[in-house]
């Protein structure tokens, strides 16, 4: 009876089990909900959040010259480890598919910087003949003295001179005896001086140059190693290589894609500009197109430095304002568009980011980092969104740009196509069969 209890137990257990399982479906590993660590909330967390956050910038602030060449490296790497997956897949050992890639890539930089030097040198010897013929139009327009600029500045004299007439200030005193007086003159400029200090930052230039090549090539031959090293010293529970699985996978999304586009529409803006160049005639297309497509990388800035450059460069060989003008719009409308119609269709939804939060990130980091920062301020906004969107107390800052809608955390049960059917009866135990009649 014992054993029949047991069994019976047993049955409805298994039973139980399969049911449940029916009821929640084993769900794949990218169907799962993503991971949030919950930090608990109070005065002394605050302050300590504050204080670390005021301790980080300045210590951003301070090791800059480390702390950009590392994230270049990692972005350089990002935008090449394609080429090398391809090269290895094809049985070419990693660490001479990733020298290939980057023999191929200075050597391209160093053609082009060699071809286009003569042009380069042309721009630079035109910005004093710009900057004397600015000065002849502007002393032109001054001679006009029916100008508003002359009648403005008539008005700000005639303002002044009754200002002083009424206040009637008494003569300022002579100087007391024995008082001589001090001037301060600047030293004439020194050309020797200007080419040590030039000469030294060309080499530390070079110098960085170098450290993000051997960087790059360290990041491109090793591959993953440090995405498991990091998951690997996470913590000893599940819950947090989860958590941090989570958030490199989100950053390396976000940053491979970032570069695909960013590089994609840099050679895209370069070709359009070119060719409007070459339409309109104006000398240095090239390297104009060239300047339009890296500067493409800047948000906001870049177009705007281009289109003043290339104001004045039509300036100078057109003379004529309203030509200029027109030139100036089309390089910006290019850039415009890539900005608004094909960046957006390219990033996808992961990667967009809200205007004001680019712009404010713009600002913060060209504070911290000078230009280098207003080129990375994107890339370093999309890894902060990333950490911020998987700690709980974090995701006010992660909400500053749009996210992805959150995925279910269970498939919808599919709707049967038909009503299952009743379950067949138990078949019944046949009776035995009467036994025959036994003679005496």
């Not at 600015?134 to 508003?148: F, T, W």
């Not at 004439?188 to 080419?195: H, I, M, Q």
């Not at 709980?392 to 749009?402: I, W």
């Given at each position: 009876m014992a054993h029949s209890n047991l069994g019976v137990n047993l049955a409805l257990h298994g039973s139980d089990c399969m049911a449940e399982t029916h009821t929640h479906p084993q769900t794949r590993p990218e169907d799962a909900p993503p991971v949030v660590i919950d930090v608990p909330t109070d005065v002394r967390t605050v302050t300590l959040t504050v204080l670390a956050t005021i301790g980080l910038v300045f210590m951003l602030q301070y090791a800059q010259s480390i702390l950009i060449p590392i994230v270049l490296g990692i972005l350089i790497a990002y935008a090449l480890e394609p080429f090398v997956t391809w090269l290895a897949r094809i049985k070419v050992p990693r660490s001479i598919a990733a020298a290939l890639v980057l023999a191929v890539l200075v050597g391209g930089l160093g053609s082009a910087v060699y071809s286009l030097t003569d042009e380069v040198m042309q721009i630079v010897?035109?910005?004093?003949?710009?900057?004397r013929r600015i000065q002849e139009r502007v002393r032109l327009h001054k001679s006009d003295g029916n100008?508003?600029?002359?009648?403005?500045?008539?008005?700000?004299?005639?303002?002044?001179?009754?200002?002083?007439?009424?206040?009637?200030?008494?003569?300022?005193?002579?100087?007391?005896?024995?008082?001589?007086?001090?001037?301060?003159?600047?030293?004439?400029?020194?050309?020797s001086d200007y080419l040590y200090w030039g000469g030294m930052g060309l080499i530390g230039a070079l110098g960085q140059f170098a450290m993000i090549l051997f960087l790059v090539y360290f990041f491109l031959v090793t591959g993953?190693?440090?995405?498991?090293?990091?998951?690997?010293?996470?913590?000893?529970?599940?819950?947090?290589?989860?958590?941090?699985?989570?958030?490199l996978d989100d950053i390396n999304l976000q940053i491979a894609s970032f570069m695909r586009v960013q590089v994609l529409t840099s050679v895209i803006v370069a070709v359009a500009t070119m060719a409007a160049l070459r339409y309109f005639g104006l000398n240095q297309w090239v390297v104009w197109g060239l300047a339009a497509g890296i500067f493409n990388s800047i948000p906001y800035l870049g177009p705007i430095l281009v289109s003043a450059g290339l104001g004045i460069v039509?300036?100078?060989?057109?003379?004529?304002?309203?030509?200029?003008?027109?030139?100036?719009?089309?390089?910006?409308?290019?850039?415009?568009?890539?900005?608004?119609?094909?960046?957006?269709?390219?990033?996808?939804?992961?990667?967009?980011?809200?205007?004001?939060?680019?712009?404010?990130?713009?600002?913060?980091?060209?504070?911290?980092?000078?230009?280098?920062?207003?080129?990375?301020?994107?890339?370093?906004?999309?890894?902060?969104k990333a950490v911020c969107d998987h700690i709980e107390e974090l995701?006010?800052?992660?909400?500053?740009?749009?996210?992805?809608?959150?995925?279910?955390?269970h498939p919808a049960p599919r709707t049967p196509r038909r009503a299952p059917r009743a379950p067949r009866p138990a078949p019944r135990t046949p009776h035995p069969a009467p036994r025959a009649p036994t003679r005496g």
């Amino acid at each position: 009876m014992a054993h029949s209890n047991l069994g019976v137990n047993l049955a409805l257990h298994g039973s139980d089990c399969m049911a449940e399982t029916h009821t929640h479906p084993q769900t794949r590993p990218e169907d799962a909900p993503p991971v949030v660590i919950d930090v608990p909330t109070d005065v002394r967390t605050v302050t300590l959040t504050v204080l670390a956050t005021i301790g980080l910038v300045f210590m951003l602030q301070y090791a800059q010259s480390i702390l950009i060449p590392i994230v270049l490296g990692i972005l350089i790497a990002y935008a090449l480890e394609p080429f090398v997956t391809w090269l290895a897949r094809i049985k070419v050992p990693r660490s001479i598919a990733a020298a290939l890639v980057l023999a191929v890539l200075v050597g391209g930089l160093g053609s082009a910087v060699y071809s286009l030097t003569d042009e380069v040198m042309q721009i630079v010897a035109q910005v004093p003949q710009a900057a004397r013929r600015i000065q002849e139009r502007v002393r032109l327009h001054k001679s006009d003295g029916n100008g508003a600029l002359q009648q403005v500045q008539r008005a700000a004299t005639s303002l002044e001179q009754t200002a002083q007439a009424a206040s009637q200030q008494a003569p300022p005193d002579k100087p007391a005896r024995g008082i001589s007086k001090v001037q301060i003159v600047e030293p004439a400029f020194n050309a020797s001086d200007y080419l040590y200090w030039g000469g030294m930052g060309l080499i530390g230039a070079l110098g960085q140059f170098a450290m993000i090549l051997f960087l790059v090539y360290f990041f491109l031959v090793t591959g993953d190693l440090y995405k498991r090293k990091i998951v690997k010293i996470a913590g000893p529970h599940l819950w947090q290589k989860k958590v941090t699985v989570q958030i490199l996978d989100d950053i390396n999304l976000q940053i491979a894609s970032f570069m695909r586009v960013q590089v994609l529409t840099s050679v895209i803006v370069a070709v359009a500009t070119m060719a409007a160049l070459r339409y309109f005639g104006l000398n240095q297309w090239v390297v104009w197109g060239l300047a339009a497509g890296i500067f493409n990388s800047i948000p906001y800035l870049g177009p705007i430095l281009v289109s003043a450059g290339l104001g004045i460069v039509a300036f100078m060989q057109f003379d004529s304002v309203p030509r200029t003008i027109v030139v100036c719009a089309v390089a910006f409308a290019i850039t415009s568009l890539e900005g608004f119609l094909l960046t957006p269709a390219l990033m996808g939804r992961a990667a967009r980011m809200n205007p004001i939060a680019i712009f404010v990130g713009l600002l913060f980091w060209s504070w911290i980092w000078g230009v280098w920062g207003a080129i990375l301020a994107v890339p370093m906004l999309m890894m902060v969104k990333a950490v911020c969107d998987h700690i709980e107390e974090l995701q006010s800052v992660g909400e500053l740009t749009p996210r992805p809608a959150p995925r279910a955390p269970h498939p919808a049960p599919r709707t049967p196509r038909r009503a299952p059917r009743a379950p067949r009866p138990a078949p019944r135990t046949p009776h035995p069969a009467p036994r025959a009649p036994t003679r005496g």
